[in-house]
């Protein structure tokens, strides 16, 4: 990260300007000029392809357990850590679950009886007298 900002402001500041103020040996600076990647961003590139392949192949279905096992098989070495943050990075998730359509909940009925509520007093409640296991329930 400090290299690309030495890159992008070396035609304001000279690289060994740049390098005192934030103690850091110029050193260092040359070579990442001709390679600015590290060996990890490299590998996670490779891996990135692959597991993106993979993912297409299944159908887009598969996570990243099944997306590791599928590295392993091809005599990849990775973490289980590290193929988990590559399909996040890359924007590739699994799919969870089916939506189901549409569905009907049971539909109106077939005849609408005309129901006629009547109470005869105010405060009145019917008592239905029911058989439980052991008791009358009222």
């Not at 005192?20 to 590998?43: D, G, M, T, V």
């Not at 996670?44 to 993979?54: E, W, Y």
């Not at 590791?68 to 924007?91: F, H, I, M, Y």
Request: charge should be positive; include cysteine; aromatic fraction near 12%.
């Amino acid at each position: 990260m400090r290299y690309a900002f030495f890159a992008a402001h070396r035609p304001l500041f000279s690289v060994r300007t740049m390098c005192q103020c934030l103690r850091i040996h110029p050193s260092r600076f040359y070579p990442w000029l001709k390679n600015p990647l590290s060996r990890r961003a490299k590998e996670d590139a490779r891996q990135t392809v692959l597991i993106s392949k993979d993912w297409r192949e299944s159908g887009k279905l598969y996570g990243y357990r099944k997306l590791r096992d599928d590295l392993l098989d091809q005599g990849e070495t990775c973490c289980p850590n590290r193929v988990a943050r590559l399909p996040k990075l890359s924007g590739i998730k699994a799919q969870i679950g089916y939506k189901r359509g549409p569905s009907s909940y049971g539909g109106k009925p077939f005849e609408l009886l005309p129901i006629r509520w009547t109470v005869s007093g105010v405060n009145y409640a019917a008592l239905c007298l029911c058989w439980s296991v052991s008791v009358w329930v009222k």
